[in-house]
């Protein structure tokens, strides 16, 4: 991992970033993604699964007065939390998935480690500097264990993939705080969009009605890089659209020198099977959180 001390630049840090500004080909997930709806579906019967395992508590909370405003808490019925994993959806800021995300949590609540979907209002009934505030806020409820997220113990990952990723991205650009050592054990970000200038000049506009200055002020590439102290993973699917590559890699040299960050392009996977690679502690992308968690056996992940 590249660290914020003087250590040479990591071999990714010069990987190419230009196709950032291409056009709508490049970011449109559904025509590069394979068995799009097939996947999609699999989210749904692997979530409603979920429901009434043995196990596992689950309940949904309200952080704001809207009705998307809410989390899904998946905790053990028994025995202590090693820690949480904050998880925040994607769907270009106008899919509802929250409770299609439930699959995520079982093999981390096997391991003792409560699970959180962060749903938020979404595109285009709520502005996007809207459901950034929505996001930012609960974020440092979560952090600072702050009603109505009480039940937060342990260290803390947070974690979004897509729409979620530039959310929790954004939410740090804001000043998301870490006062409390080690309260957040690090950062998992995978498949982001961190500059919305270009994805505000594609058909996604139609939904996202951002202006010059909002898309300037909502792009977390366009905000001084924040320190950070827990390590961040940023990654994305080598089977992805290439402007999404270039979005990752370009956030991942913003962050160079002022956080631990490391840059991942996962083998073989694309915009969705992104998202299964956080499926438990022994998945692709959640090796790195268990590790960051402490968890027995993932010291080195």
């Given at each position: 991992m590249s660290?914020?001390?003087n250590a040479p630049s990591p071999s990714w840090a010069g990987l190419d970033t230009s196709s950032?500004?291409?056009g709508f080909e490049d970011y449109d997930i559904d025509s590069r993604t394979p068995d799009a709806p097939g996947q999609l579906a699999r989210f749904q019967q692997r979530s409603e699964a979920v429901q009434g395992q043995q196990g596992i508590q689950q309940t949904t909370v309200s952080y704001g007065d809207h009705p998307l405003a809410a989390a899904d808490v998946f905790r053990p019925t028994s025995g202590a939390v090693r820690g949480t994993i904050v998880f925040v959806h994607g769907g270009y800021w106008k899919g509802k998935g929250r409770p299609n995300r439930a699959f995520l949590a079982p093999a981390w609540v096997n391991e003792g480690v409560q699970?959180?979907?962060l749903g938020y209002p979404v595109v285009p009934e709520t502005p996007m500097?809207?459901?950034s505030r929505h996001i930012?806020?609960?974020l440092r409820a979560i952090v600072s264990g702050a009603a109505p997220f009480g039940m937060v113990e342990g260290p803390i990952v947070l974690s979004g993939n897509s729409a979620g990723a530039h959310l929790v991205a954004q939410a740090l650009a804001q000043g998301l705080p870490e006062s409390a050592p080690g309260r957040i054990a690090g950062y998992m970000l995978l498949s982001g969009l961190y500059d919305l200038r270009p994805v505000a000049a594609t058909p996604a506009q139609e939904w996202l009605r951002l202006d010059d200055e909002q898309a300037f002020r909502l792009s977390p590439l366009c905000q001084k890089a924040p320190q950070l102290r827990a390590p961040v993973m940023v990654a994305v699917g080598a089977d992805e659209p290439d402007a999404f590559i270039a979005q990752s890699r370009a956030y991942a040299q913003h962050l160079l020198g002022?956080?631990?960050v490391d840059y991942q392009e996962g083998e073989g996977l694309n915009h969705l099977s992104m998202i299964a690679s956080l499926d438990g502690p022994q998945a692709r992308f959640g090796r790195p959180m268990a590790a960051w968690l402490g968890l027995p056996g993932h010291a080195n992940a």
């Amino acid at each position: 991992m590249s660290t914020a001390s003087n250590a040479p630049s990591p071999s990714w840090a010069g990987l190419d970033t230009s196709s950032l500004g291409k056009g709508f080909e490049d970011y449109d997930i559904d025509s590069r993604t394979p068995d799009a709806p097939g996947q999609l579906a699999r989210f749904q019967q692997r979530s409603e699964a979920v429901q009434g395992q043995q196990g596992i508590q689950q309940t949904t909370v309200s952080y704001g007065d809207h009705p998307l405003a809410a989390a899904d808490v998946f905790r053990p019925t028994s025995g202590a939390v090693r820690g949480t994993i904050v998880f925040v959806h994607g769907g270009y800021w106008k899919g509802k998935g929250r409770p299609n995300r439930a699959f995520l949590a079982p093999a981390w609540v096997n391991e003792g480690v409560q699970w959180i979907n962060l749903g938020y209002p979404v595109v285009p009934e709520t502005p996007m500097h809207e459901i950034s505030r929505h996001i930012g806020g609960a974020l440092r409820a979560i952090v600072s264990g702050a009603a109505p997220f009480g039940m937060v113990e342990g260290p803390i990952v947070l974690s979004g993939n897509s729409a979620g990723a530039h959310l929790v991205a954004q939410a740090l650009a804001q000043g998301l705080p870490e006062s409390a050592p080690g309260r957040i054990a690090g950062y998992m970000l995978l498949s982001g969009l961190y500059d919305l200038r270009p994805v505000a000049a594609t058909p996604a506009q139609e939904w996202l009605r951002l202006d010059d200055e909002q898309a300037f002020r909502l792009s977390p590439l366009c905000q001084k890089a924040p320190q950070l102290r827990a390590p961040v993973m940023v990654a994305v699917g080598a089977d992805e659209p290439d402007a999404f590559i270039a979005q990752s890699r370009a956030y991942a040299q913003h962050l160079l020198g002022h956080a631990q960050v490391d840059y991942q392009e996962g083998e073989g996977l694309n915009h969705l099977s992104m998202i299964a690679s956080l499926d438990g502690p022994q998945a692709r992308f959640g090796r790195p959180m268990a590790a960051w968690l402490g968890l027995p056996g993932h010291a080195n992940a």
